[in-house]
């Protein structure tokens, strides 16, 4: 019966093609660990009827692993995943993902980014300033009235103290 109502409703490209990406899954750059397993597992519920062992399963998950997800696995087993029966390395991972829920995504602490800086903007950036400087510099030299007597700035002759 069931059989039967897979092959009428759940068809045979469809199977195939839920396989291959169980089969060729792979974490994203910036995907944390259970984001990963929320996104392994569900391609897994949507083809209940793989028929792929749960031995190869854990493999495909723990091959691509980002080397820092795959590290961490490792020393919370103490040891490779793979030496661990299938149910266990399911059980680690979904302990491993829901501890980790408690504590934020990567993303949280990686936000760390690098902007795109045009030199040609920078360059007429400086050009201003240095353009404004000049102007200013330029008009406060032609304000400075100096003193033909004592030569001190800030007076001219006819009112110089020192007379």
């Not at 299938?86 to 602490?109: H, V, W, Y």
């Not at 920078?122 to 240095?130: K, S």
């Not at 406060?140 to 103290?161: A, E, R, Y």
Request: glycine share 4%; aromatic share 8%; proline share 2%.
């Amino acid at each position: 019966m069931k059989e039967i109502f897979l092959e009428k409703y759940f068809l045979a490209f469809r199977v195939a093609n839920i396989r291959n990406e169980i089969c060729g899954i792979q974490q994203f750059h910036r995907e944390t660990l259970s984001e990963y397993w929320e996104r392994f597992e569900q391609l897994c519920i949507q083809c209940s009827h793989h028929q792929i062992l749960d031995q190869l399963l854990i493999k495909y998950f723990y091959e691509v692993l980002m080397p820092t997800d795959h590290n961490i696995i490792d020393a919370a087993n103490g040891g490779e995943l793979v030496d661990k029966t299938p149910e266990a390395a399911c059980q680690l991972i979904s302990n491993m993902t829901a501890n980790s829920k408690q504590f934020g995504t990567r993303g949280d602490f990686l936000s760390k980014q690098v902007n795109e800086v045009s030199i040609s903007n920078l360059q007429n950036t400086v050009n201003d300033l240095t353009s404004l400087v000049r102007s200013l510099t330029s008009e406060n030299v032609n304000q400075v009235k100096v003193c033909s007597i004592c030569s001190l700035q800030g007076h001219t002759s006819d009112m110089c103290p020192t007379m």
